[in-house]
């Protein structure tokens, strides 16, 4: 299953520092909820406060997106790519030419386990999906594809002034449609078109 979604910057704010990158939205799934953390010491596990949990939470994702953002430079040096900012009607373009890659995150960093950060790459913006070793990085690229371009088309979350953050409730209906519990779904012409007309609904309230 999948064990986070996250939309994040990959470059363009200079405020941040060249290894920096703000996570805008995130949400984890699965058993990778952190509920003790272990004293050295005493080999004994604390239950985590809510605040703590949170913390240490937050502290993963940024993890997740500090790489995703190095991985993303070095794909767009290696390529020689010049960011351009996107017109308004042409968000389609720049999905089609969006950068793709795979990170493999290694036991520790931050998860439990093994885990792969599949990434999307929209001018600015990263969506990525950290997902187990087995699961199907070819259906997590078409989800991953999938949730980019309505994040894009509907939310207008490449246009100048968006605020991810106020959004985080349409994103969330995304995901549980897409991604519920985690779970990657084969998404078939019928279920994309039901799709379709679920989302413009929802959005339109």
């Excluded at 950068?99 to 929209?122: C, I, K």
């Excluded at 699961?135 to 490449?158: F, I, K, P």
Aim: glycine fraction near 8%; aromatic fraction near 4%.
């Amino acid at each position: 299953m999948v064990r986070c979604f996250l939309i994040h910057t990959v470059c363009g704010l200079s405020a941040l520092g060249p290894g920096d990158s703000r996570v805008l939205y995130s949400r984890v799934f699965g058993p990778d909820q952190p509920e003790h953390t272990q004293n050295q010491n005493q080999e004994q596990k604390q239950e985590l406060s809510p605040e703590e949990r949170r913390l240490l939470l937050k502290e993963r994702v940024t993890v997740v997106a500090r790489q995703v953002r190095s991985a993303v430079s070095l794909s767009r040096d290696a390529s020689g790519q010049q960011l351009v900012e996107v017109v308004p009607g042409e968000e389609g373009l720049a999905l089609q030419e969006a950068d793709v890659g795979v990170v493999r995150l290694r036991v520790g960093q931050p998860f439990s386990g093994e885990t792969s950060a599949l990434w999307l790459a929209v001018l600015n913006l990263g969506f990525t999906l950290v997902c187990d070793p087995h699961d199907n990085l070819l259906l997590a690229e078409g989800t991953l594809r999938t949730l980019a371009r309505l994040c894009v088309e509907h939310l207008h979350l490449l246009g100048q002034g968006s605020e991810v953050l106020l959004k985080s409730n349409r994103i969330d209906f995304l995901l549980s449609r897409l991604l519920p519990h985690g779970q990657l779904l084969f998404l078939n012409h019928k279920f994309a078109q039901s799709l379709e007309k679920e989302v413009a609904l929802y959005m339109t309230k």
